[in-house]
């Protein structure tokens, strides 16, 4: 299938040509929650302690032959955490190139196999999740694709919580060059 029809048409056009990008394919398969049970379920764990597990909505894979497979893996999960400020690793490899931060969600950071956003919902913090193997975009030109296509799944789930008004996460940002 198509990046604009993985994941159940999860990804806004903007992120499905990202994901191109990050990749170099345009054919995907894929193993997803349909979004409203997901954001159901993660509603209804947001005060125990399966909910600061990690759970995966969507996990995109293709077949690199053999150069093994590859996989982009989108997962939420909620936080106690109430005030985000960059740790002093955070900061060291932010100064040497390996790591970018973003404007977005009250934390969000992306590396050259990551994107984590942290967003506010309903007075509790939100954490979404991206992990990647076997992408060919590295580099900013990687990182920004990494945090727009997992800016685009925090934006459906955000609706799907209504807390979208408050979650800082814009349908187009600034990204990093």
């Known amino acids: ?5 993985v994941c ?3 990804l806004s056009r903007a992120a499905a040509e990202q994901l191109d990008e990050l990749t170099g394919l345009s054919e995907f398969t894929d193993e997803h929650k349909q979004v409203p049970a997901y954001s159901s379920a993660l509603r209804k764990t947001e005060k125990s302690e399966v909910g600061r597990q990690e ?5 995109i894979t293709a077949d690199l032959d053999k150069a093994g497979l ?9 936080s106690d955490a109430r005030d985000v400020r960059p740790r ?5 490899r932010m100064k040497s190139g390996d790591l970018t ?18 967003f506010s ?3 509790k913090l939100l954490r979404a999740g991206l992990w990647t193997a076997n992408t060919k975009l590295t580099g900013q030109a990687g990182r920004n694709a990494r945090i727009t296509i997992l800016n685009a799944a925090a934006r459906k789930i955000a609706r799907q919580l ?6 800082n996460l814009p349908e187009t940002f600034h990204k990093a060059t």
């Open 121 to 123: 919902c309903a007075g």
């Open 8 to 10: 159940n048409s999860l």
């Open 1 to 5: 299938m198509s990046a604009a029809e």
């Open 55 to 59: 759970q995966e909505l969507c996990r």
């Open 101 to 118: 931060l973003y404007p977005i969600g009250t934390h969000s950071e992306a590396n050259d196999y990551s994107a984590t956003i942290q």
């Open 162 to 167: 209504d807390c979208l008004d408050t979650a």
């Open 88 to 92: 002093p690793e955070t900061i060291k």
């Open 70 to 78: 590859l996989t982009v893996a989108i997962s939420f999960w909620w």
